[in-house]
């Protein structure tokens, strides 16, 4: 088989494994535009501080350290422990649940009943907020994560390729493991909502919520969870990312590249998440490697965009997205 | 009015009626300085058909939302099963057995007609979040359980067939009929009809008026309704409220309600000499 095929292949499969990690954080915004209709702009910052709370527990970092010293004159940053990582995960997620909750109390209580692009612009102060207070926080310098997932090439699959083809494709165990936990959170996402009761009254929240009060459910009760799921997707997707690239501020960014993969996906389809991360992946990847050195490279910033914006002329609900139905 | 006292009383058709379910003591609510409903009091007994009736922007739809508690209202006392009901959301409301349907409708359009009435019987499952999230114990039993109430629902209110569809398909009519469906799957003490029958034709309104019928015949439900139509309210119900312009001018059987002066005036209106 030529280089040029063997490449080709090493590059779509490095294309659908980055097309993963997005996602993981379009994830996140599906399921609370499912719930609320509210697109959290917030959902890479929340990822972000997900990862930098999990760093802090893990190193024993003392929260606002800077700031009290500062006030105080005392020279504090580390407790002197190192958390075990399941400990530091478990706790992380607590604090998203309780974020969840007062993002609720002081946010998304006082905007009931207002226009979707009013949550919208609160959704950003939120994310200039949580950006400030992560910095605050934790610091603002790039941190590693480590929380013993495997890294590097993976050995059984280079060995594999090499007596296929004669040549090694190199896969990152790392992004083995995020496709693994990327299905079974769709897998347990998708069942939770279509089987149990609280899935039944999270869509019906996101349907009609003068019908869902009528019916007992507390709107109060469903936000806080679907924020907390969200976070708690957010923490994965921190995770992920940060165990591959570190813990940096740049993270929220990758936000926008959820962007481009929920139009293709459609905003309300937990499995268009999935599959429009992976076309968008695989396409840039393939694009920059066949187009690129024609049109002087760097296509990767923005045929995401323009792939999107493809399919918003030609299917504007996405691959998976609901029809809307409309009787006149 | 026949032998009505605190213990109730027997209907026309041989029905008994239970003592005071609900009642509404001198309740006032304003949209800003616009009064919606001024000084208004009535009861509604355990058992009984009650409607409310009354021209456009009477105040029928209001007195129904306070009842239901989308509406708090800024004087007055609401009473439910004996005792004082202080404010409360729409659903905790609902979480006291008062079930509603919406004059305009409220489904959840993208779901199906099973999984709408579903979410009807909402309330009353008991396993938690945990539990649901793992589907271990109760959990899948429960499911169960309530499915089997739904499909009987289903049946009962003639709606097999669609049991599938996803409701924003459904015409008008049958939409109608499922949010009835919803709001009986709760098992309500109280059910309120905001206009059941608004904008039907005849055949579904024949359909409509013996289900509700039925429904208080076979469960033993309390309804109160409101509604337009004068001809369907005075075959359906046991005693009738009438509003106009906020107030209360009428309140006792059909045939009193007819004879009443005020009401006469308010829907034929006053003759000026």
Known sequence: ?328 | MKDMNSEGYTTADGRKIGGVLMEMKNITLRFGGVAAITDISFDIRDGEIRAIIGPNGAGKSSMLNVISGFYVPQEGEVWFKGYKRGPMKPYQVARLGIARTFQNIALFDGMSVLDNIMTGRLTLMKSGLLSQAMWWGGAQREETEHREKVEKIIDFLEIQSIRKTPVGRLPYGLKKRVELARALAAEPKLLLLDEPMAGMNVEEKEDMCRFILDVNDEFGTTIALIEHDMGVVMDLSDRVVVMDYGKKIGDGTPDEVRSNPDVINAYLGVSHD
């Open chain 1, 1 to 328: 088989m030529s280089d040029q095929i063997l490449f080709a292949m090493e590059v779509t499969l490095n294309g659908l494994m980055a097309g993963v990690m997005y996602s993981l954080v379009a994830l996140g915004f599906v399921l609370i535009f499912k719930a609320s209709g509210i697109f959290n702009y917030a959902q890479g910052v929340l990822a972000l501080f997900a990862a930098l709370t999990l760093v802090g527990f893990q190193n024993g970092q003392v929260p606002f350290a800077h700031l009290i010293n500062a006030i105080f004159g005392t020279n504090l940053h580390h407790f002197g422990w190192h958390l075990p990582a399941v400990v530091a995960i478990i706790l992380t997620a607590a604090v998203m649940v309780l974020l969840a909750m007062i993002v609720e109390k002081f946010v998304l209580q006082h905007l009931v009943n207002q226009a979707p692009i009013i949550l919208f612009m609160a959704t950003i102060g939120l994310a200039y907020f949580l950006e400030g207070l992560g910095d605050i926080m934790w610091g603002a310098d790039i941190k590693k994560l480590d929380v013993g997932l495997p890294q590097g090439a993976n050995e059984a699959f280079e060995a594999v390729t090499d007596s296929v083809f004669g040549f090694g494709l190199y896969i990152d165990n790392l992004d083995i493991v995020a496709t693994v936990v990327a299905a079974l959170l769709v897998l347990s996402l998708t069942l939770f909502s279509q089987y149990t009761k609280y899935g039944r009254a999270l869509r019906a929240v996101a349907d009609d919520h003068q019908a869902a009060l009528s019916v007992g459910i507390s709107l109060r009760f469903i936000w806080v969870l679907v924020w907390s799921i969200a976070g708690i997707v957010a923490l994965v997707a921190g995770i992920m990312w940060g165990s591959k690239s570190g813990v940096q501020f740049s993270l929220s960014l990758i936000a926008l590249k959820a962007l481009p993969v929920l139009m293709l996906g459609g905003f309300t389809s937990i499995p268009g998440a999935i599959v429009g991360g992976l076309i968008i992946g695989m396409g840039e990847k393939l694009f920059e490697f066949f187009a690129g050195p024609l049109i002087g490279g760097a296509t990767e910033n923005w045929f995401a965009y323009v792939l999107a914006l493809l399919f918003l002329v030609f299917r504007p609900q996405g691959l998976f997205g609901e029809k809307i139905i409309e009787r006149v």
